[in-house]
């Protein structure tokens, strides 16, 4: 009897609360099917609980209590973390009931929903990203309650929510349709950048594993520190990845915070490196990426909080751009692009993050593009960074390529000869063993050492500069009296070498000779002169001459100069008896 009157005097209490309640608030969210969805902001009203002492009987008795939102739309900011909801409902005759009410912000930890028709509870469920997924009778991204309500009714909806982080509340009450597009549409758009930041993981990782260049890592580290908190922030994670898992809900946010930073440490250090990047600034920054990567470590095994995650990345988060600004900002004053996309990037994070801050704080209201912003903030960010990794990339191809270029032209010096553009005696001898090397009896090589007669007569009268002259006109009638596959050097002062393979006779050999020295019967026209001047050769034949290009280059110079001996303007063949030791 005397539980029958305590509880008689509850009911009366809660009816006379909720007549207070419906005086004080006279908003009420109006569900209409023709509309597709109802506002719920202006209706809802807050009762804070910081003791979690309050249950459904004591708030509705409290109703008078509740309090309409003094932050922005959408969200309570932080000042509470445990927090009550009412929010009154009234349903059009006509229609057939079925709404959905959507908490479209996945990190809230626990929330109760409790719908109540007078002093009973019609329905009761519960969610959060702490709570077992299975509980979800709809299983998508967020945090999703369908309704059955009974046309013409009115219904009171009470919220009872927990969250270790801030309270942010994008709730909509919408017909099923309209719910199931919506979600859609995020689902797509999340698809979209997430897919875009998968693609440039793998990319940069592909590169760094190709090329070896540590920047691509530094790149994807970044790149994964943004990607975990989208994942985790907009529920694609908990759907999909690590579904009732609380220590990732937990941690995932602090740890895409400490990765995103050491990554954004290492990424700035080394792309800007350079004369404007000083190195006490340098040694700053990757000491950053040590304190936020070992931070990293200890905030996974609990050894700290995320309340010192918070203050690890609210004090030092900002230290690369800050580093590293000057530096960005002497480069883009010299119109160095790579600067410029360095400030167009730090512009872009801070404006997304004071936005993003802003809702948190709840100064500004959460909707579409406001609860987007540090998202597409963070892509703009991962595409300008890549189009910095891409300048950087081709700056390393220039590189190589100018060093390639240096290296063939110091290896072109060391095998040629500066004046007439041939083979020197380095070159010569290199490309004589290659050639030996294939010499048979069939398939010989000759190698015929040419001395000009009567230069340097021409070099005394009328000087090096027409010597120098005669010298390159000389080595242009030999490559034109020549086949393409044979090859010409200049040894030195007059004296030429040419190589002819793939002879079957020695006959063959000599007719090249007597060819050679038939081209100089025509008088050389230089600087208004008419030069005479002939060619005494001799030449050697391999294997049967000799067995390496000193052998044979020897060979054939005592035939040359046994031809000068014997009168010049002739083509005598050596033999390795008549060579010199």
């Known amino acids: 009897m005397v539980r029958w009157i305590l509880g008689q005097v509850l009911r009366a209490c809660v009816l006379l609360g909720g007549i207070a309640g419906a ?20 209706a809802l009203r807050v009762l804070a609980d910081p003791g979690q002492t309050l249950g459904l009987q004591e708030v509705m008795i409290r109703n008078d209590q509740f309090e309409a939102p003094t932050t922005a739309y959408g969200t309570l900011g932080m000042a509470h973390h445990h927090v009550w909801l009412h929010i009154p409902l009234n349903v059009a ?46 299983q998508g991204r967020a945090h999703s309650f369908g309704l059955q309500l009974k046309p013409g009714d009115s219904y009171d909806l009470y919220l009872r929510i927990t969250n270790t982080g801030t309270m942010i509340l994008p709730i909509t009450l919408s017909k099923p349709n309209t719910f199931y597009a919506r979600a859609l549409q995020e689902q797509m758009l999340q698809g ?35 990607l975990l908190f989208s994942l ?15 220590w990732a809900e937990i941690h995932m946010g602090g740890l895409s915070a400490l990765i995103a930073a050491t990554g954004s440490f290492l990424f700035n250090e080394q792309a800007l490196a350079g004369p404007d990047l000083k190195p006490w600034q340098r040694r700053l920054m990757k000491v950053g990426a040590g304190v936020t990567a070992i931070s990293a470590v200890l905030y996974a095994f609990n050894v700290i909080d995320v309340f010192v995650v918070t203050a690890i990345v609210s004090t030092i988060g900002l230290a690369p751009p800050l580093l590293a600004g000057p530096g960005a900002m002497a480069r883009a004053r010299r119109g160095d692009s790579v600067g410029i996309y360095f400030l167009v990037a730090w512009a872009t994070y801070f404006i997304s993050t004071f936005i993003l801050i802003q809702v948190i704080k709840g100064r500004v209201d959460a909707n579409f593009w406001t609860m987007h912003a540090f998202q597409i903030g963070a892509t703009i960010d991962m595409l300008i960074f890549m189009r910095v990794l891409g300048l950087r990339t081709k700056a390393l191809h220039i590189a190589v390529q100018h060093a390639t270029l240096e290296r063939d032209r110091l290896q072109s010096l060391v095998h040629t000869d500066p004046l007439t553009g041939l083979p020197n005696r380095r070159g010569l001898h290199a490309a004589v063993e290659s050639a030996i090397q294939l010499a048979r009896a069939e398939d010989m090589v000759a190698v015929y050492v040419l001395d000009l007669d009567g230069f340097k007569q021409i070099n005394d009268q009328y000087g090096h500069d027409v010597g120098d002259e005669l010298l390159i006109a000389v080595a242009q009638r030999l490559q034109s009296n020549v086949r393409s596959s044979d090859v010409i050097s200049r040894l030195g002062g007059d004296e030429f070498v040419v190589m002819s393979c793939g002879l079957h006779s020695d006959q063959q050999a000599r007719d090249i000779g007597e060819k050679l020295l038939k081209a100089f019967d025509s008088p050389f026209e230089l600087a208004g002169q008419r030069c005479h001047i002939g060619l ?41 008896s008549a060579s010199p030791a």
């Open 93 to 138: 005759p006509s229609g057939d009931g079925l709404w959905v009410l959507d908490i479209d912000y996945p990190v809230l930890n626990h929330i109760e929903m409790y719908l109540t028709q007078g002093t009973q509870v019609v329905k009761r469920m519960q969610q959060g990203n702490l709570e077992p997924y299975e509980n979800r009778v709809i």
């Open 232 to 246: 985790l922030h907009f529920g694609i994670g908990s759907q999909y990845l690590w579904g009732g898992n609380n």
């Open 192 to 226: 979209l950048l997430t897919g875009l930041a998968l693609c440039l993981l793998v990319y940069s990782l592909t590169q760094w594993l190709t090329l070896r260049e540590p920047l691509y890592a530094k790149y994807a580290l970044l790149i994964t520190g943004s």
């Open 23 to 42: 005086s004080a608030q006279t908003a009420v969210v109006h569900l209409d099917d023709k509309l597709g969805s109802a506002p719920v902001w202006h």
């Open 536 to 576: 005494t050769a001799g030449y050697a034949l391999a294997p049967h001459d000799g067995h390496n290009a000193i052998a044979l280059i020897k060979c054939a110079d005592a035939a040359m100069y046994e031809g000068k001996n014997a009168g010049k303007h002739c083509v005598r063949r050596g033999s390795m």
